[in-house]
């Protein structure tokens, strides 16, 4: 592999990695406030429906964003009215929401395809534009450095303020303290006067509502802007898996979605006279998902847990 | 009486009500408290005395009645809204997020804007001066010891700006030097004005720190006395509604013989801390081992550790000189050794929560049984058994035990055990949270185990309890003994000494 193939597969590693990043931001944002949602597959699926189709009918890369963030929080309004205000179950909710929302999209674009009557639905030319990698002039032709930093479509940029956003947020604000406390003791919190409910719902749609933009990447980048059903094929579950990779740290996430990234790039990049089969590179993302887990569970510290109160529904007058 | 002459008080109840379903928690409860006093709130288990108060802080709202603060009609109806009226309450299980810092914790929910940790730490210091108290401000929680978590619970609602404070329980798991501590700090806020209601079953703390005493009694507001007219038994009368003996017997057994030994134990908790290190004590059949400790000093893990729950790392526990360690725990149950704990949460260990008395007792004996299928007959006699010998309270054998209340459900455990017939019984709190009736019917069936012969290991909480109770006290200070004395002889003083790990020279050791 030459030097040139190695810059190539760095950047594709980080596209790849995008829509797994806002899965994982969407998800943190969810359990800092206490809930565990296992519905970030469908609300991605939700999100790349409603993103794909804002785009198909309005010809706006923004307001097909802006739809697909939308969609995925109203999703995610769902499982909160459940879980927050119902007390649901949060894991049965959160894996009723993942097949709810997958065989939505799926059942959505095949109504669509069949009422607009068309072989395939894909989206018109002047969106695909806009979606592409941007071309700073300059700054885009410096060798290495700028397809390194300055290659990529609006959904990484996007991503990676998202995440550093929200670091700040967590870590910085007040109201970021105030709601680390809530996912940490709600009763603590709701001592300490801070509106629990209130912030829940709020980070709850926040986190569906990212989780939507990776949903629309993955219909708009990976497929080419061409809908398929099942568009998000997994990318969700792995976002699960990398929260606990990144210790629900906005700023780990960014690394550890690369990371997934690249291994999802790796069988475009490893000669193929090394002959190892296509099949071991798709379950590459899986096993390591896997090990990731085991060695979450064994490393056991208090600082970089997951929020202590997450999966409990907080219910104030309980005895 | 003229409007101006009525003394204006800090906070005023007037005919408070709230009921939870068909309970009656609260029943036209009247109580006040002036500027400057300290009331005490007595009562036993369910008297209403916590629902009250949460509903002073918030966390309730009161289905009839008004709240008057400083002579007005104040509507609380979040813990917001307390605050604004300047009340905070300091809760039994304490509120606080464990992997913030003690300044993180303080500030939380205010409303300023984030100050720097250097500016966070002036005004925390500012008013830690003004009241004598002492915290660590970037300490995190998760590393602090409970008198140093109350002392931020504290801290929490000063910063606010309380005028009024509400303590639930504060001293029930403080060292007698702490609770010193403690009350000094709380005589200073009394001092400069401020309105102090403490919540307590301990009756020799309410004769030394308040000036008056409400006494609740099932949800009603009995009466309020002064406290310097007050003795022991006049509030004990007051609270149970009958005049009650305080004394615990301490039966005298002779025939005393060695039955089990630890020697050299070192065991880790679940969670790889160590547990209890270098611990060597012996216990005799027909004698009460009481367990005197902070909380978290390494009584769950010996506890565990001889039922055979947790692994031993080293040493020996020798039961009729026969090693026991490596035994499952069922090999070591069948030996005769019984354990019951009652963990914090009261339904944690021992029993099902969702499951009948009957099905509770089968957990024990089941195994006992010949072939596939349960017998439920013997477990079903065995509980009605229970019912009427420890009076215990259940609307039915099959109701399951969460719906029961603390007491019953501790008789429910020790029962079962003491059923078992077991010649070492090893009890864990049977007495955490129970009122003063219920309690002292769990110290008679101690005592009457004692008197079959049985070696009773009691970790026990109350220093009071621990001293008439037990022959001898064994004290643990982070997992290792600073002493095993004679109860007849030591003091309440010098069992806190040892628990905090203070010397042991002039204590009564055991020969």
């Given at each position: 592999m030459d030097f040139g193939m190695i810059i190539a597969f760095i950047a594709a590693s980080i596209t790849s990695g995008t829509p797994i990043l806002f899965g994982t931001l969407g998800e943190i944002v969810t359990e800092k406030v206490g809930h565990l949602n296992l519905g970030v597959e469908g609300m991605m699926a939700i999100g790349a429906f409603a993103g794909f189709m804002a785009g198909y009918t309005t010809d706006s890369f923004l307001i097909a964003i802006l739809v697909a963030f939308a969609a995925g929080a109203l999703a995610a309004l769902i499982y909160g009215i459940l879980t927050i205000t119902f007390m649901a179950n949060q894991n049965v909710t959160g894996l009723t929401l993942t097949i709810f929302g997958v065989g939505l999209a799926n059942f959505c674009g095949h109504f669509a395809r069949k009422t607009l009557e068309v072989e395939s639905l894909k989206l018109p030319e002047k969106i695909t534009d806009q979606m592409r990698a941007i071309n700073i002039p300059g700054l885009s032709d410096i060798p290495v450095i700028g397809p390194l930093l300055f290659s990529y479509n609006p959904f990484v940029y996007l991503g990676i303020i998202t995440a550093i956003l929200l670091a700040f947020y967590f870590n910085r604000t007040k109201r970021g303290l105030n709601v680390r406390a809530i996912g940490e003791n709600p009763a603590a919190a709701d001592a300490a006067g801070i509106k629990v409910t209130k912030w829940k719902y709020i980070n709850v749609c926040l986190g569906g509502g990212i989780c939507g933009i990776g949903g629309a990447f993955t219909i708009m980048i990976i497929n080419k802007g061409v809908w398929i059903s099942d568009c998000v094929n997994g990318l969700g579950w792995i976002s699960v898996a990398l929260v606990i990779f990144a210790s629900w740290n906005p700023k780990k996430a960014i690394f550890g979605s690369f990371i997934f990234g690249a291994l999802r790039q790796l069988k475009y990049y490893v000669p193929s006279s090394i002959g190892i089969p296509g099949a071991i590179y798709d379950m590459l993302p899986y096993i390591i998902t896997t090990i990731v887990l085991i060695m979450a569970s064994v490393r056991n510290s208090k600082k970089n847990a997951q929020p202590a109160s997450c999966g409990v529904n907080y219910f104030r007058e309980e005895r | 009486m003229e409007k101006g002459k009525e003394p204006v008080y800090a906070i005023e109840c007037k005919g408070i009500t709230k009921t939870f379903g068909s309970v009656?928690?609260?029943?036209h409860i009247d109580l006040n408290v002036k500027q400057g006093e300290i009331l005490a709130l007595l009562g036993e288990n369910g008297s209403g005395k916590t629902t009250l108060m949460n509903m002073l802080s918030g966390i309730y709202h009161p289905d009839e009645g008004s709240i008057f603060v400083k002579g007005e009609e104040a509507l609380i109806n979040s813990p917001t809204d307390a605050t604004s009226f300047g009340i905070g309450m300091i809760h039994q299980h304490f509120k606080l997020v464990e992997v913030f810092t003690a300044a993180q914790n303080i500030v939380?929910?205010?409303?300023?804007k984030l100050e720097s940790p250097k500016v966070m730490k002036e005004k925390i210091d500012a008013i830690c001066n003004k009241f004598g108290l002492e915290v660590d401000s970037d300490k995190k929680v998760y590393d602090m010891s409970v008198s140093e978590k109350q002392t931020v619970e504290i801290l929490k609602v000063l910063y606010r700006g309380a005028r009024i404070l509400i303590l639930d329980e504060p001293t029930a798991v403080l060292t007698p030097q702490e609770t010193e501590k403690l009350f000094a700090i709380l005589r200073k806020m009394k001092e400069q004005g401020n309105a102090v209601i403490i919540i307590t079953h301990k009756l020799n703390e309410v004769l030394e720190i308040s000036d008056r005493v409400t006494i609740l009694r099932k949800g009603q507001s009995i009466e309020t006395v002064v406290t310097a007219e007050c003795d022991v038994n006049s509030l004990t009368e007051l609270m149970v509604g009958r005049a009650v003996s305080l004394e615990i017997d301490r039966p005298e057994v002779e025939k005393k013989e060695a039955i089990l030994k630890c020697v050299d134990l070192t065991i880790d908790s679940s969670d790889g801390t160590r547990g209890i290190e270098d611990v060597s004590f012996e216990i005799r059949t027909g004698e009460i081992l009481g367990i005197a400790g902070v909380a978290g000093s390494g009584q769950k893990e010996l506890c565990e550790g001889i039922a055979g729950l947790l692994k031993v790392k080293q040493g020996a526990i020798l039961y009729n000189k026969e090693n026991i360690v490596g035994k499952t725990p069922l090999e070591i149950i069948s030996l005769g050794i019984s354990m019951s704990f009652v963990p914090e949460d009261r339904l944690?260990?021992?029993?099902?929560?969702?499951?009948g008395m009957t099905d509770n007792m089968l957990l024990k004996s089941y195994k006992k049984g010949k072939g596939p299928f349960i017998r439920r007959k013997p477990a079903k006699k065995l509980a009605s058994e229970l019912i009427k010998k420890l009076s215990i309270v259940t609307p039915g054998i099959e109701t399951p035990v969460r719906l029961m209340s603390g007491g019953n459900v501790q008789k429910v455990l020790l029962g079962r055990e003491i059923e078992s017939s077991p010649n070492v019984l090893i009890t864990a709190y049977?007495?955490?949270?129970?009122?003063i009736n219920s309690s002292y019917m769990i110290y008679n069936l101690l005592n009457e185990q004692k008197k079959k012969n049985v070696a009773v290991i009691y970790v026990g909480e109350d220093l009071d309890v621990l001293l008439e109770l037990c022959d001898n006290i064994m004290v643990l200070c982070h997992g290792k003994i600073t002493g095993i004395v004679n109860a007849k002889k030591a003091t309440k003083e010098e069992l806190g000494i040892l628990m905090t790990g203070?010397?042991?020279?002039?204590v009564t050791k055991v020969e």
């Open positions: - | 009656v928690a609260n029943d939380l929910g205010t409303k300023e944690g260990m021992g029993l099902v929560a969702s499951m049977p007495v955490r949270g129970l009122d203070g010397s042991t020279k002039g």
